[in-house]
C-alpha cells in the first residue's frame, strides 16, 4: 500500500486543507461580524436584539455538534476527501441562502444548515495534513491550515467595514463553490487505505465510549478547547453590551473581532513553530493558556476603567492561538479508524459548547442578579479551570506514530 509522506508543508493536502479552513472561518464569523445589523434590518432592537442573536449563535452551533458527528463517521468510513468536498458544497448553498432570509425562523433553519456544513472542513482537513506528512513535519503543515483559518476569520471581520451583510454572505458562498472547483485533485492518505484493511470498526461513535480510557481522552481534547469559545462566542461578541454597561462609548465590534482574530493567527503561528523547536506539544498548551487568561484578566479589569479593550481582544486572542497545537495533539490521541470522528467532533463540541455556556451565563446572571460582565466573569472561572485540569493530565502526543488503529 503507498503510504508516501510529504516532509514539506508546501503540499497539495495542505494546501487544500488550508484554503477550506480559510473559507470555513470566514463563513463562521460572519454571523458574529453582522449580528447587530442584520437583526436589526429584521426589526429587532435591545434586549430582544441581544437574546435573538445568542439564540441563533445557539442554533448555528447546534448544527456544527451534529454536522460534527455526521461528517467524522462519514469521514473515518468513507475517506477524509469525500467530507472536504459535501461540507464546502453544503455551507456554500447555506450561506447563498442566508442573504436572502427576511424573518428570525427561516435565519435560524438557514445558520443551522451552514453549522452543519461547517462542521467537517477542520478536522477532515487537519487529518488529511497529519496522515499526509512524516512525524516530523506534520507540525509545520497543522500550522499553516491554522493560521490560514485564522487569516479567514480577519477577513471576515474586514468584510464587515466595507460590505453589507447580504451581499458578504451570498459573497462567501460563491467563493466556496470556487474553492471546490480547486480541489478536485486532494487525494485520500495512504494511511486510511491501509486502516481499511485493519480495521472493520472505522467512524463508529459508539466505539469512543466502549472504552473507559478512550472516553475521558475525549471529554478531555473536548475541554481543552471550550475557552477559545468562551473568549470570541461570547466575550468579543457581547463586547457591544459589555461596553454599554461600563459607559464605553463608540466601541467597534468588527475591530475588536479583527484583532482578536489577528491574534490568534499570530498564535498559531508562534505556538505551532515553538511546539515544532521544543518537541512537546503540552508545554505549549499551558503556555499559550496562560497567555489568554491573562489577557481575560486584563480585558475585564479595561472595561472598568477605559477602553483599552483593543488591545486586550489581542491579547486574548494571541492566548488562544493553540488552536493549532490543541487540534493538533487531539487527532494524535486516536486511531486512523476514529480519528476524523473525533477531530471533528471535537472541534465542534468545543465550538458548541456555546450553546451551553449561553444559558449558564444568563442563569448566573438572572439568579444572582449580576449584570453581563459578572456573569461572564464566573462562566470564564470555570471553563479555564476545566481546560487546565485537562491539559496537566493528558499525556504529549509529539512525535507520536499515527498508523494505528483503536480496538
Given at each position: 500500500m503507498?503510504?508516501?509522506?510529504?516532509?514539506?508543508?508546501f503540499?497539495?493536502?495542505?494546501?487544500?486543507?488550508?484554503?477550506?479552513?480559510?473559507?470555513?472561518?470566514?463563513?463562521?464569523?460572519?454571523?458574529?461580524?453582522?449580528r447587530?445589523p442584520?437583526?436589526?434590518?429584521?426589526g429587532?432592537?435591545g434586549?430582544?436584539?441581544?437574546?435573538?442573536?445568542e439564540?441563533?449563535?445557539?442554533?448555528?452551533m447546534?448544527?456544527?455538534?451534529?454536522?460534527?458527528?455526521?461528517?467524522?463517521?462519514?469521514a473515518?468510513?468513507?475517506?477524509?476527501?469525500?467530507?472536504?468536498?459535501?461540507?464546502?458544497?453544503l455551507?456554500s448553498?447555506?450561506n447563498?441562502a442566508?442573504?436572502?432570509?427576511?424573518?428570525v425562523n427561516?435565519?435560524?433553519?438557514?445558520?443551522?444548515?451552514?453549522g452543519?456544513g461547517l462542521?467537517?472542513?477542520l478536522g477532515?482537513?487537519?487529518?488529511?495534513?497529519?496522515?499526509?506528512?512524516?512525524i516530523?513535519k506534520?507540525g509545520?503543515?497543522?500550522i499553516?491550515?491554522?493560521?490560514?483559518g485564522?487569516?479567514?476569520?480577519?477577513?471576515a471581520?474586514?468584510?464587515?467595514?466595507?460590505?453589507?451583510?447580504?451581499?458578504?454572505f451570498?459573497t462567501?458562498?460563491?467563493?466556496?463553490f470556487?474553492?471546490?472547483?480547486?480541489?478536485?485533485?486532494?487525494?485520500?492518505?495512504?494511511?486510511?487505505?491501509?486502516s481499511?484493511?485493519?480495521?472493520?470498526?472505522?467512524?463508529?461513535?459508539?466505539?469512543?465510549?466502549?472504552?473507559r480510557?478512550?472516553?475521558?481522552?475525549?471529554?478531555?481534547?473536548?475541554?481543552?478547547?471550550?475557552p477559545?469559545w468562551?473568549?470570541?462566542?461570547l466575550?468579543?461578541?457581547?463586547?457591544?453590551?459589555?461596553?454599554?454597561?461600563?459607559?464605553?462609548?463608540?466601541?467597534?465590534?468588527?475591530l475588536?473581532?479583527?484583532?482578536?482574530?489577528?491574534?490568534?493567527?499570530t498564535?498559531?503561528l508562534?505556538s505551532?513553530?515553538?511546539s515544532?523547536?521544543?518537541?512537546?506539544?503540552?508545554?505549549?498548551?499551558?503556555?499559550?493558556?496562560?497567555?489568554?487568561?491573562?489577557?481575560?484578566?486584563?480585558?475585564?479589569?479595561?472595561?472598568y476603567?477605559?477602553?483599552?479593550?483593543y488591545?486586550?481582544?489581542?491579547?486574548?486572542g494571541?492566548?488562544?492561538?493553540y488552536?493549532s497545537?490543541f487540534?493538533t495533539?487531539?487527532?494524535e490521541?486516536?486511531?486512523?479508524?476514529?480519528?476524523?470522528?473525533v477531530?471533528?467532533?471535537?472541534?465542534n463540541?468545543?465550538r458548541?459548547?456555546?450553546?451551553?455556556?449561553?444559558?449558564?451565563?444568563?442563569?448566573?446572571q438572572?439568579?444572582?442578579?449580576?449584570?453581563?460582565?459578572g456573569?461572564?466573569i464566573?462562566?470564564?472561572?470555570?471553563?479555564?479551570?476545566?481546560a487546565?485540569?485537562?491539559?496537566?493530565?493528558?499525556?504529549?502526543t509529539?512525535?507520536?506514530?499515527?498508523?494505528?488503529?483503536?480496538?
Amino acid at each position: 500500500m503507498d503510504k508516501k509522506l510529504y516532509h514539506s508543508p508546501f503540499n497539495i493536502a495542505v494546501l487544500a486543507a488550508g484554503l477550506g479552513f480559510f473559507i470555513d472561518a470566514f463563513d463562521l464569523f460572519l454571523f458574529n461580524v453582522y449580528r447587530i445589523p442584520s437583526l436589526k434590518e429584521l426589526g429587532l432592537n435591545g434586549d430582544a436584539l441581544t437574546r435573538t442573536g445568542e439564540y441563533l449563535l445557539s442554533v448555528q452551533m447546534l448544527g456544527m455538534m451534529i454536522g460534527g458527528i455526521l461528517s467524522g463517521v462519514i469521514a473515518d468510513k468513507k475517506g477524509r476527501v469525500t467530507v472536504l468536498f459535501g461540507s464546502i458544497l453544503l455551507y456554500s448553498i447555506a450561506n447563498i441562502a442566508n442573504g436572502f432570509v427576511h424573518d428570525v425562523n427561516t435565519y435560524a433553519i438557514v445558520r443551522f444548515l451552514a453549522g452543519v456544513g461547517l462542521a467537517g472542513e477542520l478536522g477532515a482537513g487537519i487529518t488529511l495534513v497529519g496522515e499526509s506528512m512524516s512525524i516530523e513535519k506534520r507540525g509545520y503543515g497543522t500550522i499553516l491550515v491554522a493560521t490560514l483559518g485564522g487569516l479567514g476569520a480577519v477577513s471576515a471581520g474586514l468584510a464587515g467595514d466595507f460590505l453589507p451583510w447580504r451581499t458578504a454572505f451570498i459573497t462567501a458562498g460563491i467563493v466556496g463553490f470556487l474553492l471546490l472547483l480547486m480541489r478536485v485533485k486532494s487525494m485520500e492518505t495512504g494511511i486510511f487505505k491501509e486502516s481499511q484493511l485493519k480495521s472493520k470498526a472505522k467512524g463508529s461513535f459508539l466505539l469512543l465510549f466502549s472504552n473507559r480510557q478512550r472516553a475521558f481522552k475525549y471529554f478531555a481534547c473536548i475541554l481543552m478547547g471550550v475557552p477559545i469559545w468562551y473568549s470570541v462566542g461570547l466575550l468579543i461578541t457581547l463586547s457591544p453590551e459589555l461596553a454599554k454597561e461600563h459607559n464605553i462609548e463608540f466601541l467597534k465590534l468588527g475591530l475588536c473581532f479583527i484583532l482578536f482574530q489577528t491574534g490568534i493567527t499570530t498564535g498559531d503561528l508562534t505556538s505551532g513553530i515553538i511546539s515544532q523547536w521544543i518537541k512537546s506539544r503540552k508545554k505549549v498548551l499551558l503556555i499559550f493558556m496562560i497567555i489568554a487568561i491573562i489577557g481575560t484578566i486584563l480585558h475585564f479589569y479595561q472595561l472598568y476603567q477605559s477602553s483599552a479593550i483593543y488591545f486586550t481582544s489581542f491579547l486574548m486572542g494571541l492566548g488562544c492561538g493553540y488552536l493549532s497545537v490543541f487540534v493538533t495533539t487531539t487527532s494524535e490521541h486516536f486511531g486512523t479508524n476514529l480519528r476524523v470522528t473525533v477531530t471533528a467532533t471535537v472541534t465542534n463540541f468545543m465550538r458548541g459548547a456555546v450553546t451551553i455556556l449561553i444559558p449558564l451565563r444568563i442563569f448566573f446572571q438572572s439568579q444572582f442578579d449580576m449584570n453581563i460582565t459578572g456573569s461572564l466573569i464566573i462562566t470564564g472561572i470555570i471553563i479555564w479551570a476545566l481546560a487546565l485540569t485537562a491539559v496537566l493530565i493528558l499525556p504529549d502526543t509529539y512525535g507520536k506514530d499515527l498508523d494505528f488503529v483503536e480496538a
